[in-house]
């Protein structure tokens, strides 16, 4: 399947057939690209929650009762859900960690590499905390570039995806136990295999044409 291919084929799946599990290698693929997710300056800021049990899709599903409870089936019957969460702060743990591991992996080769790479990112991290105050939105910016990296490799890999904000964030954090580890939930991806009651992959893509939304100079 060509790039080409795959964003005209993706769509967000309003069902899946229950019981279909996704090979996994497939799966590997896409903690890969998750892993290797860009964000700004480096910063790393987040954690992935992979549910690929029963048991573990019920304990997201917790979070999709009440006026989410359209999204519970979504949940319920895929094959694997990833919740993407932020930090609650880019401590100077998590800077030293991410540093360590650049370190690790030979990125400072020029004399001063390390020291400059540390001083730029803290100088971020300072900046949206104080100047910007907008710490945790400037994060969440962050999730969602790596939400969109899996969401076309899951296109480019025949993998039918929804990602989902519809849940509640505060009901996922207490069933997961993400507030005791210093993390927030931000968005839930679903993946598996669409059902025939997938009404959505009938219907027609739709977007804006090129000549409303790209301006070239």
């Known amino acids: 399947m060509t790039l080409d291919d795959a964003v005209v084929a993706r769509h967000t799946v309003k069902a899946f057939e229950p019981g279909q599990t996704l090979p996994q290698d497939k799966i590997e693929t896409l903690l890969n690209v998750l892993q290797n997710s860009p964000s700004s300056v480096n910063s790393q800021p ?3 929650v992979v549910a690929s049990t029963a048991q573990g899709r019920e304990a997201i599903a917790k ?7 359209y999204n519970e089936p979504k949940v319920l019957n895929a094959s694997h859900v990833i919740a993407l969460c932020i930090r609650s702060d880019i401590d100077d743990k998590h800077l030293q960690n991410v540093l360590a ?5 030979g990125r400072f080769v020029a004399e001063g590499a390390q020291a400059g790479q540390d001083k730029s990112r803290r100088s971020y991290v300072d900046m949206h905390r104080y100047e910007q105050r907008d710490l945790p ?16 490799g899951a296109a480019m890999l025949g993998i039918d995806a929804t990602p989902m904000e519809g849940f509640d ?3 996922l954090d207490l069933s997961l136990g993400l507030r005791e ?12 295999v669409r059902s025939d009651k997938d009404f959505n992959a009938a219907l027609p893509k739709s977007r804006l044409p090129r000549d409303e939304i790209f301006t070239f100079i």
Request: no cysteine; glycine share 10%.
């Open 46 to 48: 987040w954690h992935f």
């Open 63 to 69: 979070s999709t009762t009440g006026a989410f409870s």
């Open 101 to 105: 591991q650049e370190q690790k992996d």
């Open 137 to 152: 939105q400037w994060m969440e910016k962050q999730v969602y570039l790596a939400l969109g990296g899996l969401l076309l």
């Open 169 to 171: 964030q505060r009901a």
């Open 181 to 192: 580890k210093g993390l927030t939930s931000v968005v839930l991806v679903s993946l598996g």
